[in-house]
Nanobody, 128 residues
Framework: VRLAESGGGSVQAGGSLTLSCTASGYLGTTNCMGWWRETPGKEREGVAAIWTGGRTTYYADSVKGRFTISQNNAKNMVYLQMDSLKPDDSAMYYC??????????????????????WGQGTQVTVSS
């Protein structure tokens, strides 16, 4: 599985951005797709995840109500709509895939388990 992100950029606080992830290769064993983010000095954080077989989604508390993950399986694409952006949302955003169900890696208490496959990342910068 190979993942490629696009759509990052700079935006003012309160604005919106949509990230896209294009997946290629053999996707038959992928059960969970997600978005993570990382800032210098902090651990990579799971932001949003979606079960590839349906619409079940998972979100970090910090983005609930502001971010929306969606997918287009026919195009092998996953999206992250980010609204009401805050300066704290500034980070490198990564698309990721995992063979385990989202419930196992993202639907549990505490930090999400690291996903198996990662894209190269796309930078999001939110200015105040």
């Amino acid at each position: 599985v190979r993942l490629a992100e696009s759509g990052g950029g700079s935006v003012q606080a309160g604005g919106s951005l949509t990230l896209s992830c294009t997946a290629s290769g053999y996707l038959g064993t992928t059960n969970c797709m997600g978005w993570w983010r990382e800032t210098p000095g902090k651990e990579r954080e799971g932001v949003a995840a979606i079960w590839t077989g349906g619409r079940t989604t998972y979100y970090a508390d910090s983005v609930k109500g502001r971010f929306t993950i969606s997918q287009n399986n026919a195009k092998n694409m996953v999206y992250l709509q980010m609204d009401s952006l805050k300066p704290d949302d500034s980070a490198m955003y990564y698309c990721a895939a995992d063979q385990d169900p989202c419930l196992m890696v993202a639907g549990k208490e505490g930090p999400w388990d690291p996903f198996e496959t990662w894209g190269q990342g796309t930078q999001v910068t939110v200015s105040s």
